[in-house]
Nanobody, 122 residues
Framework: QVQLVESGGGLVQAGGSLRLSCAAS????????MSWFRQAPGKEREFVAV????????NYAPSVNGRFTISRDNAKNTVFLQMNSLKPEDTAVYYC???????????????WGQGTQVTVSS
């Protein structure tokens, strides 16, 4: 069982930055692929970024590639999402999730956090 708690969301102007954190419980954190997804009002949940358990491999959605960076600290059971050059279309609830698979598909993820709101004003 893995419990995930996100933090770091908030209101920011376009062009600004935010850093999201996701703290995980359990002693097997490094075994899990971790991802960030987001969901805007009236839209489906979409993939943002994924990182392998070792932290060696990462992948990004085209819409955030070059602006967002996913990283993890396995010693602290935490995964991060550094978001730069934010745009109004990045506004959404951001969720972290854990999976046994290196996947970008929500159904492959067994554990989810409660989400943190990110709002980007124009």
């Amino acid at each position: 069982q893995v419990q995930l708690v996100e933090s770091g969301g908030g209101l920011v102007q376009a062009g600004g930055s935010l850093r999201l954190s996701c703290a995980a419980s359990g002693r097997t954190f490094s075994m899990y692929t971790m991802s960030w997804f987001r969901q805007a009002p009236g839209k489906e949940r979409e993939f943002v970024a994924v990182i392998k358990g070792s932290g060696g491999n990462a992948n990004y959605a085209p819409s955030v590639n070059g602006r967002f960076t996913i990283s993890r600290d396995n010693a602290k059971n935490t995964v991060f999402l550094q978001m730069n050059s934010l745009k109004p279309e990045d506004t959404a609830v951001y969720y972290c999730a854990a999976s046994q698979y290196f996947s970008t598909v929500p159904r492959d993820y067994d554990y989810w956090g409660q989400g943190t709101q990110v709002t980007v004003s124009s």
